[in-house]
């Protein structure tokens, strides 16, 4: 039979849970009190990097504590993810996530996290504006033309991508399916490898990221055929968007980053990053620094990141079925 409190121990016990409950407010009103550890699950050098290490610059100025930028690349991000979502939630270690993180999951079955259950949102970061390109021997224009050339010769336009589930063939799968048009898919092994391919024609075309691209597109060796991203991008403005001049309402390539924490982090300590990262995304020296590489800044609530993230990784789930792409 459980034993019941004697009447002389009622007093000793609400003076526990009154000193409890103090200590729990103040350790979220004294945040933070030590070094902050800002995990970005990739190679030093790529714009994930270069958004990581400029807000925690800043983030250490305006918060008064060190903030330091780790990188733990390895299996796609997935390493380092994982290694945030162990951590204490705490806020002393936060990740730098990226589109990925709610796509990788349908491309492997060995994550020992989850990415929804296992994080809590603190703010999306960047938007990267995604153009389609061709090398200049692909005989078309603009996105009609392109489409009417996929048409006309199924099978044989080919497209470069950094690997299988990357945001470079999700594009172009999501294109291709809402087309009804066959085009090959020839994966490299990251990235970097893209550009020389496109450049020695190897390839006829791909969807990337703007910031890489664009000194190529500006001196005539490759050719802007239409922004895959929503709207379209501050450096390309006379580029129209696949959605808008195809026209293909509903097609949309939002390839962003964000700012994650390890679930179970207190609301307080989420409302102080939140807070303290969307100010720096909105400060015109940080607006000006992403934009000159191709990077929109889209600072939000915490609520609307998360939004975000689902709808995502609905939607790609999707394609990667209905396309048969990722694992089986």
């Known amino acids: 039979m459980q034993k019941l409190l004697s009447p002389a121990a009622f007093p000793m016990v609400l003076a526990l849970s009154l000193m409890l409950t103090p200590i729990a407010a103040t350790h979220a009103e004294d945040y933070p009190s030590r070094t902050i550890h800002f995990i970005v699950p990739v190679n030093a050098g790529g714009p994930n990097d270069f958004v990581a290490r400029l807000l925690a610059k800043r983030m250490q100025t305006l918060m008064g504590q060190p903030v330091i930028v780790e990188n733990r690349p390895g299996a796609g991000g997935n390493l380092g993810t994982e290694y945030v979502a ?19 999951q349908n491309f492997t079955t060995k994550l020992r996290y989850d990415p929804m259950k296992d994080f809590v949102p603190i703010t999306a970061a960047v938007s990267t504006p995604f153009v389609l390109v061709v090398n200049p021997e692909v005989p078309a224009h603009n996105i009609k033309e392109f489409i009417a050339l996929a048409k006309a010769k199924p099978g044989t336009l080919n497209y470069a991508s950094a690997g299988v589930g990357t945001p470079h063939q999700l594009a172009t799968e999501l294109l291709k399916s809402m087309t009804g048009t066959k085009m090959v ?68 390539m939002d390839v962003w980053q964000g700012v994650l924490a390890p679930a179970g982090t207190p609301k307080a300590v989420i409302a102080k990053l939140n807070q303290t990262i969307t100010t720096i995304l909105k400060e015109p020296d940080s607006v000006t620094k992403l934009r000159n590489l191709g990077l929109e800044p889209i600072p939000t609530t915490p609520e609307r990141f998360g939004e975000m993230m689902k709808s995502d990784a609905v939607k790609w789930a999707k394609v990667v079925q209905d396309d048969g792409i990722g694992v089986h």
């Open 86 to 104: 162990k951590q204490p939630p705490d806020g002393y270690t936060i990740l730098e996530s990226a589109l990925s993180h709610v796509i990788n």
């Open 185 to 252: 898919h020839v994966p490299y092994k990251g990235a970097n490898e893209i550009i020389p391919a496109l450049l020695a024609h190897q390839v006829d075309f791909t969807i990337i990221a703007t910031f890489g691209v664009l000194p190529h597109i500006k001196a005539g060796k490759l050719r802007a055929i239409a922004m895959a991203s929503p709207t379209r991008s501050t450096q390309l403005p006379d580029v129209p968007t696949i959605a808008e001049a195809l026209p293909l309402p509903g097609y949309a």
